[in-house]
C-alpha cells in the first residue's frame, strides 16, 4: 500500500507497519491508523497518519532525551493496547513526541509527561499520562550553551546567505 503525504511523499507501507490507536491521539481523535516513518541513522522519526497525509508528527525514542527515563504507565492503559489482561513488558515500547519549532529547532521541546505506549505484538498504541508527576509537558531538550550555539550558527548563516 502506499499513502501520499506532505513530508514525504509517497510512503510504501504494509499491514504489519500500522500502528493502531483505539482512541485516537488527544487532538486527533479520528485518526487511529499510523506508521512510523524516518531513516534509521536520525534519532528522529515521524509518526504518520494513514487517514491524513498532511498529518505527522516528530517522534523519538525517550533514550535520546533522558538517559534514566522510567514512566510509569497505569494498568488500564496497558490493558487497553494487550491481547488479554497480562501483557509481556517485553512486548511494550514507548515513544516521546517532540516539538520542533521551525525556525528555531534549538528551542526543541519533548513531551515526557504524555509518551506513547505501543505493543509491539499487538500493533496497538495509545498516548498515555504517566503517573510521573515530576516529568514536564515541554521538557527543553538541548542544555542552553548547545542552544546558544545553534542560534548563533543560523544566524550566521543567515548573514552570509544574506551577504551572496
Partial sequence: MQIKTERFG????NDN????????IPAFEDKTKWILVGSDDNAIKWLQSVDDGELALPVTSPDAIQSDYNARIPDDEIALISDNKSCNPADLALLIVVSIPENAPW???ANLRAPILINLKTHKAVQVIALNEEYPIRHIVFPEDVRN???KSAEDNAVK???N
Avoid: C, S
Avoid at 509517497?10 to 507501507?13: E, R
Fill in 107 to 109: 528551542n526543541m521541546t
Fill in 161 to 163: 546567505e544574506a551577504q
Fill in 149 to 151: 550555539k545553534m542560534k
Fill in 17 to 24: 507497519d500500522v500502528l493502531i490507536f483505539p482512541r485516537g
Fill in 10 to 13: 509517497g510512503v510504501n507501507y
